[in-house]
Structures are given as structure tokens and as C-alpha cells.
Nanobody, 125 residues
Framework: QMQLVESGGGLVQAGGSLRLSCAASGRTFSSRAMGWFRQAPGKERDFVATISPAGGNTRYADFVKGRFTISRDNAKNTLYLQMSSLKPEDTAVYYC??????????????????WGQGTQVTVSS
């Protein structure tokens, strides 16, 4: 199992930007698709974005298309989520997750077996 540690969350005004990072341990990061999910209070954890192992393919939830960008640096074992034009409804705990090795693309939710502890993002109106 990979160990994943998110950082970069915080409080931002609506319309602002934040960049989340997720540092991964181990040697399998570059062999796994990675993803970002989020969970607002009282709601289920929702898919946000995913990126293929080499970074050439991405997928986004409709509610973040054009505002968020997922990327990765395999040399640094780090996943990123650049968030722009933030809205109050983006307020949530954001989690990074690693999919199983040699999985399909895009990975189904069930393939994400490694999770970070989450980082809080709060967008004020």
C-alpha cells in the first residue's frame, strides 16, 4: 500500500485559487493511476479527477471541468490539483487516492485502494 499525504488546503474567498499536493511513498507511484475525491459535511465522497500513470490522460467530474487541473510529477512522487474559480460549494475535505497497479483506464472507484487523510478546503462567499 502506498502512503499518501495531502497538503495545501485552507481558507480562500470565492473566485480564488488553491493548489493541493499529495506526496506518495514507495516505488509504485508512477505505475498507478491517481485521483482526487472530495467529501462535504453530510454528503458522500465524490470523484473529482483522475490521471493516468504517465500523466497523459485525465478525467474530470462535470462540476470541476474548466476550473480544476490534475497533474503529477512522477520524479517527485507527487500528485497535484490546481483549483481555480473556487465556489462555496467546493468546500469539502479533499482526498487523494491511488488506484491498483495494472488496472483499467479510467479506473473505477473500486480500484482506488490507497487513501490519504484528507485536507480541508473552505471557500467563503
Amino acid at each position: 500500500q502506498m502512503q499518501l499525504v495531502e497538503s495545501g488546503g485552507g481558507l480562500v474567498q470565492a473566485g480564488g485559487s488553491l493548489r493541493l499536493s499529495c506526496a506518495a511513498s514507495g516505488r509504485t507511484f508512477s505505475s498507478r493511476a491517481m485521483g482526487w475525491f472530495r467529501q462535504a459535511p453530510g454528503k458522500e465522497r465524490d470523484f473529482v479527477a483522475t490521471i493516468s500513470p504517465a500523466g497523459g490522460n485525465t478525467r474530470y467530474a462535470d462540476f470541476v471541468k474548466g476550473r480544476f487541473t490534475i497533474s503529477r510529477d512522477n520524479a517527485k512522487n507527487t500528485l497535484y490539483l490546481q483549483m481555480s474559480s473556487l465556489k462555496p460549494e467546493d468546500t469539502a475535505v479533499y482526498y487523494c487516492a491511488g488506484a491498483r497497479m495494472l488496472g483499467t483506464w479510467p479506473p473505477p472507484r473500486a480500484d482506488f485502494g490507497s487513501w490519504g487523510q484528507g485536507t480541508q478546503v473552505t471557500v467563503s462567499s
